[in-house]
């Protein structure tokens, strides 16, 4: 009866949830928190002034050129939601800046559109 | 080995079996973002009856989106607890603008979105200020095709006959089955299933458009169910039906506890007998007698007892009276004759007379009185009537118990140990039906009784509802401290095999059966010693009726 448990099995797998564990925040290459958005890795360096920068890198931690895309950022500063875009800054870094210092360690989510019309977010 | 004997034409749907599944293992690990970690939410299982759904959690909050109608309806929940969030401003964040969601129930929300009826994946954020917790949630709206296109078809009554409809499905799954029933027949295994393996991704790989539209819309409802690997899948809404709570598991240091059979006794110094000193008839005090469960003072008369006479005590009793009545009427004239001559006779036996007459008329009046008093019972302390054996006329022996008097508030419990120190440091008592009371330690007996020490507690909390001679079992703090988890005991249930298990919230709408060993703590819960680590969050309300879905 190998071949029926072997089925069974098959076929329960796209059933059976994948294991929730996503990297831990990490400190990036440059200096700032690192985690997973999509199929990227999101850097935000904040470091107590209203400008932050995001950098992009892949799964291998190779920069990605952020030519094209497009993010915005929503920061919880004080017990008040931020909201503001940010754009291309040359290199794989996305720059944008908030209405208020940004400290470092801030909770909130980045929402990035790729070129290619993909969207990921990444959760601070 | 079934496969083998059957013939070529349920080899078919046999194959497509196969071959979709290797299709679904393919898909399945195609999630996988890259190199064995997951990216982005928590994954869920894709359960194809449910609408579409995003999940996100943070330390505080834990909300579930669900796409009906080009409707997301949000519910939110506390992480920990698994309590609605009442009252919270929601506002949502898509690439094509933010939304504030409208409050619809006591933690619903509702936001319209538009931007679903395409499908593909939608990254949401979600920022929400509740009381002074603000928070930033982030979460994927996954939209199959088939529900973002408005069409009218009907669902598929099974699985397979979603297939029957496409000729190049069932074309192919023939095809398929008859190579597999010929390859297998050959007892090349390996190079069978190598070939079935190519043969069902590359079926997976053609008409995927086409089976997708084929895909059944999801009901109008998501019904809870529960998936092969044994969770279960409750989305939100049965959630808050069922009020399922949770809490955090967290280890901890726990005192021992043994567990003793126990009664509750009444206090001996807030509790009566009243009793029938002597024998008689009952007889009613003025009001008649009082129902159980009345409230009395202590000295209240509740009963009167007339002792009965007997036939010779009576001629007995009417011969004295004769008796003395001729006494006194002899007296009585001699004394009246006396009082007329007072100069004849002496000032003594004038006074002697008088009180000899006296003395006859209290004995005679005393003769009438003992015939005619009846008892009083009185209740000897203030409490309630908790048993009563009156009535009217009915014949009590002498120490009959005829009302029991018991202070509801004041009950002792009597249970039985063996080592009389256990329960100093602190008791509790479980009663049959789930409710606990405090107990505080009064003393343990010296002689045993059947085999055991007596010991004896008094009930200092939750004594209302509680009757004497209720059983219950006593929890005694002894022995040393024990390290595990300590879970209400309603988060325990047993399963359909006889395992203790418990359910953990791995998942917004996600539940996980975990086998689990306990031990009792006190009477409220018991003590998890294997099979649940610390930081995880446990059902603790409406675990049994997860568990009773199927």
Redesign the interface.
Known sequence: MISRHFLMAVLSLPLVALPAFAHEPGVGANGGVRVDAGHYHAELVADGTPAISLYLSDGADKPVAAEGFKASAIMIVDGKAQRFPLSPAGGNRLAGTAAVAIPRGVKGVVQISAPDGASAQAKY | ???HLVRRGSLGPCGL??G???A??V??TG?????G????A??????TTLAPRAEAASADFELVAVLRDGTLTLHLDRFADNAPVDGATI?M???EG?QAAKPVAPGTYVVPAPFAARPG???L?F?I?AG?T?????G?LTVPAAAASSDTQTPAPAALAQFGGLPVGALAGLLIGFLAGALVMSRRRAAALLVLGTLGVALAGAPQGARAADTPKPPVRDAAQR???G?VILPKPSQRILGVRTIVTASASHVGVVELPGRVVPDANASGLVQTAVGGRLAPPQGGFKPLGTKVAAGEILAFVHPPIGASDLKDLEQQGYELDQQIAIVKRRYERLSAIQNAVTRREVEETEIELKGLQTRRANLERVQREPEALRAPVAGVIATSDAMAGQMADPNTVVFRIIDPDRLWVEALGFSPDVGRSGASGRLPDGRSVTLTFLGAGMSDRSQALPLQFSVTAGAEQLRAGQFLTVLAEAGAPRTGIAIPRTAVVRGANGQTIVYEH??AE?FMAREVKTEPLDAGRVLVVAGLPPGRRVVTEGAELIEQIR
């Open positions: 080995m079934a496969c079996l196969v979709l599944g290797l679904g293992l898909l399945a999630a996988w973002a890259h190199e970690h997951d990216h982005g928590p994954a869920t299982p894709q359960v506002e964040d898509t690439p933010s994946a939608h990254d954020a920022t200020t002074d603000v928070d930033v949630l982030a994927t998936l092969p690997d969770s791995v998942t996600r």
